[in-house]
């Protein structure tokens, strides 16, 4: 259990969505407890993330689901310039951070996704690795725990820089912490 | 039951930092009264100073829910109906036919 008002902390975007869709009552009751305290605090990165798929579901959907779709790109906008949301911008340092974190660990630990009838480009999953690690930097830039959902990408950047501090003057530890054990 | 008086213009001059007050009465039940008072006296505070301290943080808990609490709730609205690939996309995982993409 990772108590809400030690906050804040810096949330990726699958852990923003496991905590927005969960009705687990424990999580819930976390979630509710963050926000007596904090606002949603995530990177830059995560609102390009959720904008181009939020306008690429748009443009693919089908003519008769379009205005529907088109309703949850508003939807997510508000929650972005509400007053509940702290966007970090992406500066020059963590720039370099991420420059390093690239050069060191190029390619992805965990594979592409797929669903049941289709599947991740290499060169997508590679640009989705990127955005990563632009949020990992994100939060390590601010000093702040980083919320995350996929363990078998943010554990190797978190060992890293553990491994190689030399390479991160001035930042780090990154400090990770598992969205389904935040109220576990 | 509120009855309220602004304070005198005399103290919102704007020399102290103290944040500036308005006198009112407020009917509370007895027995939290008393506890107040106790609790005000065990503190070297003012009954005033005591409710104040008191409700200061509930109050600023209860803003900051509205006004955090409306976030998730865009959040989840801005999920709900979506299909499985479009909830993969708005997660950043961009999905095609396999065995399209170039080398």
């Known amino acids: 259990m990772t108590d809400p008002h030690t906050g804040p902390f810096v949330f990726d975007t699958s852990a923003q969505t496991y905590l927005a869709r969960t009705i687990d009552a424990p999580e819930v009751a976390w979630r509710d407890a963050y926000a007596q305290e904090f606002p949603?605090?995530?990177?830059?990165?995560?609102?390009?993330e959720r904008m181009r798929g939020h306008l690429l579901a748009e443009v693919n959907a089908e003519p008769s689901r379009r205005a529907i779709v088109a309703q949850k790109t508003r939807e997510y906008w508000r929650s972005v310039g509400s007053a509940g949301t702290n966007v970090l911008g992406f500066t020059t340092h963590a720039a370099v951070v991420s420059a390093q974190l690239m050069a060191l660990l190029p390619t992805a630990p965990s594979p592409p996704q797929r669903s049941h009838r289709l599947a991740e480009s290499r060169q997508d999953r590679l640009s989705r690795w990127r955005f990563d690690i632009m949020i990992a930097a994100?939060?390590?830039?601010?000093?702040?725990p980083l919320i995350h959902n996929n363990p078998q990408d943010f554990e190797p950047l978190r060992g890293l820089i553990e491994r190689m501090p030399e390479?991160?003057?001035?930042?780090g530890p990154l400090n990770l912490i598992s969205v389904k054990r935040l109220a576990a | 039951m509120l009855k309220t008086k602004p304070r005198s213009a005399k103290r919102s001059a704007g020399r102290s930092s103290r944040p500036r007050t308005r006198r009112t009465t407020l009917t509370l039940p007895e027995d939290l009264l008393k506890k107040v008072e106790r609790l005000a006296v065990q503190r070297h505070q003012t009954v005033s100073a005591a409710i104040a301290t008191l409700i200061e943080t509930p109050l600023r808990q209860l803003e900051m829910q509205d006004r955090n609490g409306h976030v998730w709730d865009h959040l989840q609205k801005s999920m709900e109906g979506l299909t499985e690939e479009e909830q993969m996309l708005i997660d950043g995982i961009i999905l095609g036919e396999p065995g399209t993409e170039s080398e």
């Open chain 1, 138 to 144: 994100t939060a390590l830039e601010n000093g702040l």
């Open chain 1, 167 to 171: 390479r991160f003057p001035g930042v």
């Open chain 1, 40 to 48: 949603l605090w995530v990177s830059v990165m995560t609102v390009l």
